[in-house]
């Protein structure tokens, strides 16, 4: 078994499926990426299971060479939880939209999140309905004009990452479709992680929202607009020639510009720190967004509580032990039973 498992590569799991994505979506680099990483992980191919609802995103389990669950609207999260309770050694992955998973989804979402279930949620964010040609979405900005917003949206958006951190998020981290070196990072920091991991993946629809993440996407122009985290760094981007930091008081950040020398710490810019028990300093950083900040890039938050499939696991084997194994025939017909008679 370890002989096999140590000559998987990328190509193991690639399916024979066509791809039916369109030209330039961002959701290719996601899955090539993913494929790319999941070899490394040393476990067999088939303890990866791959749950997805509807969406563009949700073909994924069609384009992995796993055992994969396409399933309903919104509903991955609810599927996953049952697959992790009861067959807790297998890797789970939930892949889910914006749309699927904010929208309809939001519900479920929330209480995966909440139980912190030991899985891995991909959240792919392209702030539109791509699958039904178009429509605005939960994290669609205000005044964008969709077919089903015709004079722009007038619903303010939800911010996945404060979301996630709202419903007591213990990993929640922010990547790039094309960053493929730091997408894989951060796959691989969620695969590690003891509890629910969520990335949200800025991914570009070229069809109904072309150019969305643009800024962050384009390199040139990266080093500008997005903030990259690192634990125990400064919160520090821009060019060399125009260095500018984020300094977060009262809970409130606020950009402040650097001269070319000048210690950031010293001049009063933010630490980052992944690891704190509070998720306030994570909010602070979600409510970063441009063009007033930098869009912070990498882990916001990563800390470590029971997770639900373990204290399940306890709370049955303690239960073994006090009641025994148990009969379901013996369950069904104890307590109150009653039979309807045909008429």
Known sequence: MTDRIAKLTSKDFVTDQDIRWCPGCGDYS???NVQRVMPELGIPRENFVFVSGIGCSSRFPYYMNTYGFHTIHGRAPAFATGIKASRPELSVWVVTGDGDGLSIGGNHLLHIIRRNVDLQILLFNNRVYGLTKGQYSPTSQIGMRTKSTPDGSIDHPVDPLAFALGAGATFVARAI???GVHLKQLLRRAYSHPGTA????????????????????????RINAALVLEHGEPLVFGSEDRRRGIRIHDGIPTVVELRKDEDPIAAGVAVHNERYLTPAYAFALASLKRPEFPLPIGVFRAV???TYDALLQEQVAAAVVKHGVGSLHDLLHSGETWTVEPD
């Open 177 to 179: 479709d094309v960053d």
């Open 30 to 32: 996601v899955l090539a």
């Open 198 to 221: 969520l990335i949200e993946i800025l991914q570009n629809c070229p069809v109904y929202n072309d150019n969305e993440w643009v800024e962050v996407e384009d390199r040139k122009s």
């Open 304 to 306: 470590e509580t029971a």
